[in-house]
């Protein structure tokens, strides 16, 4: 089952894509209520890896997350392949009121696709504070 979260950042295009894709960003954002991501790695083209050491909030133990580039239109789309063989596709798209950010994965067995929905729908509201708050 596929899942799309979205949002609106009143931002430039070339803020928002380096925001969404330079891992000194990337761990300023990518978080959720219950982890956030302490080290990212990423080798934006087709065949690189994008790599994430997330860690919970309260107790737990971390987890790396690895991801290959599948395709690549620099400011438009990237798609990406996780470790567990699902599939990601994120659009970028200027419009008059900013950039929107549209996302497409593959759901996980679990925990449900609501709750999938609204983490990764969560995570996509923290990316678009944080471009706001850097574009000032």
Known sequence: MKITTEALIDSPIETVWRAFNDPADIVQWDASDDWRTTWASNDLQVGGLLKLRIEPRHDGT???F????????????????????????????????????????????TPSVDEQRQDWQGVLDNFARHVTAIAG
């Open 66 to 109: 690895a991801a290959t580039y599948t395709r690549l239109e620099p400011m438009r789309v990237i798609e990406w392949r996780t470790d567990d063989d699902r599939h990601v596709r994120v659009e970028f798209a200027e419009t008059e009121a900013g950039v929107v950010v549209h996302q497409t994965f593959d759901a996980e067995p």
């Open 62 to 64: 971390s987890f790396d």
